[in-house]
C-alpha cells in the first residue's frame, strides 16, 4: 500500500508500460526486496535485465522509454530543475510524514482486521493469516525503521504536511492546472502520492478506507486536508489522470 509504490504504478501505468505486480505484506516484503535489490525498501523494479531501488529513479528510467510529448521530467532545463526540486521536497519530508501519521493514527487506534483489510490486498494469502500471530514483532520492528511513532513526532510530522499543502495551495492561486504550468509533470504525481494518505482518494491504485472507515482519531484531519484546496487537488489529479494512459503512449513495453 505504499504511497512510493503508488507512484511507481501510476508512473508505469500512465507510459503505457506493461508489468507485472508482486504485492507482499508489509514486513514479508523484506525477503523478496533484500533479493531482488539488496535493499529493503520498495519498489523495486526489474526492467531490461536492470534494478531499479528507489521510485523516483523508476520514474527517471521510465521517461527514457516514451516519447517527448509524455515525459514527467520536462525537456527544458529551468522547468526540469523546478520539477526535480518540488518532487524531491513532496517524496521528503511529505510522504515521510504523511506515512508516520498512517502508522500512528493505525497502530494507536486501529484495529488489527482493519489493517490487514488494506495492507494485505493483492499479497500472498497466508500472509494475512500468519500476521495477528506476528503482529507484536511486525509492528515493533517496523516502529523501529520508522525511527520511532511519538506523539511528539507525529505532531510535528502533521504541522509539516500542513505547510506543504499551504504552500502547494499557495502556487495554485494563480489558476495554473498543474504546478508547474499547463502540463502534468513528476511533481504533479508525487505530490499527489505522498499527500494521498491524508485524503483518501477512491482511484488509488488499491482500496484505501474512506475517512468514516478511519479510527475515530484520525477523521478530523482527513476530512480537514479533504477539504484544503491542496486535499482538493490530490483528489482531482487522481480522478481525472490516474487511470489515463497518456495519448502518446499507446502499448508501449519495455526493450
Do not use: N
Not at 219 to 248: S, T, Y
Amino acid at each position: 500500500m505504499s504511497h512510493y509504490c503508488e507512484k511507481a504504478r501510476w508512473a508505469l501505468e500512465r507510459l503505457g508500460i506493461e508489468y507485472e505486480e508482486v504485492r507482499q505484506l508489509q514486513g514479508f516484503h523484506y525477503a523478496l526486496a533484500l533479493r531482488w535489490a539488496h535493499s529493503p525498501t520498495v519498489p523495486v523494479l526489474r526492467i531490461d535485465g536492470r534494478v531499479l531501488r528507489d521510485s523516483t529513479e523508476i520514474l527517471r528510467d521510465l521517461d527514457t522509454r516514451v516519447p517527448a510529448a509524455a515525459r514527467l521530467y520536462p525537456d527544458d532545463p529551468a522547468l526540469a530543475a523546478e520539477v526535480t526540486e518540488l518532487a524531491a521536497g513532496f517524496d521528503v519530508p511529505l510522504g515521510v510524514d504523511t506515512r508516520l501519521w498512517i502508522y500512528h493514527g493505525y497502530f494507536t487506534g486501529g484495529r488489527l482486521a482493519d489493517i490487514i483489510a488494506t495492507a494485505a490486498q493483492g499479497a500472498p494469502p497466508w500472509q494475512a493469516r500468519a500476521m495477528p500471530w506476528l503482529f507484536p514483532v511486525v509492528r515493533r520492528f517496523l516502529e523501529r525503521r520508522l525511527g520511532g511513532l511519538s506523539r511528539e513526532r507525529v505532531d510535528l510530522a502533521v504541522a509539516r504536511s500542513r505547510a506543504a499543502f499551504d504552500g502547494v495551495a499557495a502556487r495554485l492561486a494563480d489558476g495554473r492546472p498543474y504546478l508547474c504550468g499547463d502540463a502534468f509533470t513528476a511533481a504533479d504525481l508525487t505530490f499527489a502520492c505522498m499527500g494521498a494518505p491524508l485524503v483518501l482518494p477512491p482511484e488509488y491504485g488499491i482500496r484505501l478506507p474512506t475517512p468514516a472507515a478511519l479510527p475515530p482519531a484520525m477523521r478530523p484531519l482527513a476530512e480537514e486536508m479533504r477539504a484544503h484546496p491542496a486535499g482538493g487537488f490530490i483528489l482531482r489529479l487522481f480522478r481525472d489522470e490516474r487511470h489515463r494512459v497518456h495519448p502518446a503512449c499507446v502499448g508501449l513495453r519495455p526493450g
